[in-house]
């Protein structure tokens, strides 16, 4: 039965992924078709001189719709966890620079790395991946200007905790919390972000991906990841991953999405 209902849940993410990509896609070949349209008319009526920004626009759209392509692909092909004694904090320290230059100069980046960190388990590829995620969402939410918040500790969850229909197990865990000082999020928004393809950007800037990834990353690293949010104030997020105990050889591989061929 659980079987069945992890199912259903996959086949209705599958569901909302084609219709959110097809909904995408579909603008912003409308946006091409009309800006060649109208450079073809033009070409046909004899003014050259001006078509330029209509190519540049089609142009720009075309770059949109590969990248969405390639987003979605990445997401399609996920690969299966490939986990392993990860040093959080150094994996966060070999990050900085490239934190640094994704944020731009108006936005501080803080660390705030605990001595003695556990090791956690996990795919550190995929862990980079998310945080660089969340790096720049926080910078999409602090269009202004603010700070960026890096922490990392280690936590005892000593009874399940229960959030929606998350629940965080007991045990001990490598948490990394990334904090914004951004424009927050209302409680309806923050309702849908784990939604695949909910995105509350521009078309090309936001595939609503993001969080979702993140999502499955935590679930299959049997972590969890929680979110909170004050409009106007700020965005908290708080990846919890487990802490490695160097059982790794017996245990099971971990398995994300599988593409319907197998590979
Ligand atoms: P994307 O960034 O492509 O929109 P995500 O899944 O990463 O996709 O995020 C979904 C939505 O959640 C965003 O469009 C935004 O509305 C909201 N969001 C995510 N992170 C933050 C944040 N740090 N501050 C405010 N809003 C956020």
């Known amino acids: 039965?659980?079987?069945?209902?992890?199912?259903?849940?996959k086949m209705e993410a599958i569901g909302q992924l084609t219709g959110g990509i097809a909904h995408d896609f579909n603008n912003l070949l409308t946006g091409i078709i009309g800006a060649l349209d109208l450079v073809n008319r033009r070409i046909k009526a004899g003014q050259t001189h001006d078509v330029q920004p209509f190519m540049d626009a089609a142009s720009a759209?075309?770059?949109r719709a590969a990248a969405l392509t390639h987003r979605l692909l990445a997401f399609a092909r996920r690969q299966p966890l490939d986990p392993k004694a990860v040093n959080a904090n150094e994996l966060i320290r070999g990050m900085e620079d490239l934190f640094?230059?994704?944020l731009g100069e108006q936005i501080r980046l803080r660390t705030d790395l605990a001595p003695d960190l556990w090791p956690t388990l996990s795919d550190a590829n995929q862990l980079e991946n998310?945080?660089?995620n969340l790096?720049?969402?926080a910078r999409d939410a602090m269009p202004d200007g603010g700070a960026l918040t890096i922490s990392t500790t280690n936590t005892v969850v000593a009874r399940a905790e229960r959030h929606g229909q998350d629940v965080l197990?007991?045990?001990h865990y490598t948490l990394i919390e990334v904090q914004d000082t951004g424009a927050g999020m209302e409680p309806e928004v923050l309702a849908k972000v784990f939604e695949p393809f909910f995105t509350t950007k521009p078309i090309g800037q936001g595939t609503g991906l993001g969080l979702s990834m993140i999502y499955g990353f935590a679930k299959q690293s049997r972590g969890h990841v929680r979110i909170e949010s004050q409009p106007g104030a700020g965005t908290q997020v708080r990846l919890y991953l487990p802490r490695h105990k160097g059982q790794l050889a017996n245990e099971a591989p971990l398995m994300v999405a599988q593409s319907p061929n197998g590979s």
């Open 1 to 9: 039965a659980e079987e069945g209902l992890r199912q259903s849940q």
């Open 61 to 63: 759209s075309a770059n």
């Open 100 to 102: 640094t230059r994704s």
């Open 130 to 132: 998310a945080l660089l």
């Open 135 to 137: 790096a720049i969402n």
């Open 169 to 171: 197990e007991p045990g």
